[in-house]
């Protein structure tokens, strides 16, 4: 499980939030507008930075912020533990369920915590 890395840079967030999301770059440039070669760009050894504008597009495709995306800090957190990216997409998961699923979703994460 990943958890929250203080040196990563946006090469090896964009990665990982690839990496959770099961997106391919492909998906990614198609639903973002960003070149695939661009998005290569940015995922290569040099890991070359993208502009403001390719950086936000992609963030909004991936469901967080530049912020995360280049400092590997997410406004997202609970009190002062970061989100993981697994937990992200957990809650958006979530946030799509109904009222009732999302309490059987919760009584089963605490049986999985107690086991």
Same mark, same amino acid.
């Given at each position: ?16 939030e690839?990496?959770?999301s ?21 995922? $290569?050894?040099? &890991?070359?930075? =993208?502009?403001v504008?390719? !950086?936000?597009? @992609? +963030? ?13 800090k997410?406004? $997202?957190?609970? &009190?002062n533990? =970061?989100?993981?990216?697994? !937990?992200?997409? @957990? +809650? ?17 994460i ?6």
């Open positions: 499980m990943a958890y929250y890395l203080k040196n990563m840079g946006f090469k090896e967030n964009l990665k990982s690839l990496i959770y099961g997106m391919l770059v492909k998906e990614l440039s198609a639903q973002s507008g960003v070149n695939k070669a661009s998005l290569d760009n940015y995922l $290569n050894k040099r &890991g070359q930075m =993208p502009s504008e390719a !950086a936000v597009k @992609i +963030a909004q495709v991936l469901g967080v912020s530049v912020e995360y995306l280049v400092t590997g997410e406004g $997202n957190q609970i &009190g533990i =970061p989100l993981s990216a697994e !937990a992200r997409i @957990i +809650a958006r998961f979530a946030d799509q369920l109904t009222a009732e699923n999302r309490r059987f979703v919760l009584e089963f605490k049986w999985l915590k107690n086991r």
